[in-house]
Nanobody, 126 residues
Framework: QMRLVESGGGLMQAGGSLRLSCRASDYTFATRNLAWFRQAPGKEREFVAAVTRDSGVSEYMDSVKGRFTVSRDNAKNTGYLQMNSLQPEDTAIYYC???????????????????WGQGTQVTVSS
């Protein structure tokens, strides 16, 4: 059973940057699409960004386009979410998630992801 562990969250002022990391426990990470979701207090967990297993295709929610970049390094079993120009509305717990192996589609629904990390808190002050 593959495990995912996020890191890199913290407290940041508006306009600042953070890079989140998602470390997978085994080599099958390279065969799985990777996504980031977030959940703010009192709200549903929402899709933020995703990237295919070969980094060929990525997708973003509208409000983070041009500010966030999703990437991965399969040699390190690690995914990343670079977050620039952070805003208070980006405050949430951020989760990384991975699909089953060799999924041919890049998906945005949380039900499509089988493996989840424990989350890392990102707080942006105004």
């Amino acid at each position: 059973q593959m495990r995912l562990v996020e890191s890199g969250g913290g407290l940041m002022q508006a306009g600042g940057s953070l890079r989140l990391s998602c470390r997978a426990s085994d080599y099958t990470f390279a065969t799985r699409n990777l996504a980031w979701f977030r959940q703010a207090p009192g709200k549903e967990r929402e899709f933020v960004a995703a990237v295919t297993r070969d980094s060929g295709v990525s997708e973003y929610m509208d409000s983070v386009k041009g500010r966030f970049t999703v990437s991965r390094d399969n040699a390190k079993n690690t995914g990343y979410l670079q977050m620039n120009s952070l805003q208070p509305e980006d405050t949430a717990i951020y989760y990384c998630a991975a699909t089953h192996t060799f999924d041919l589609r890049l998906r945005t629904g949380k039900g499509d992801y089988s493996y989840w990390g424990q989350g890392t808190q990102v707080t942006v002050s105004s």
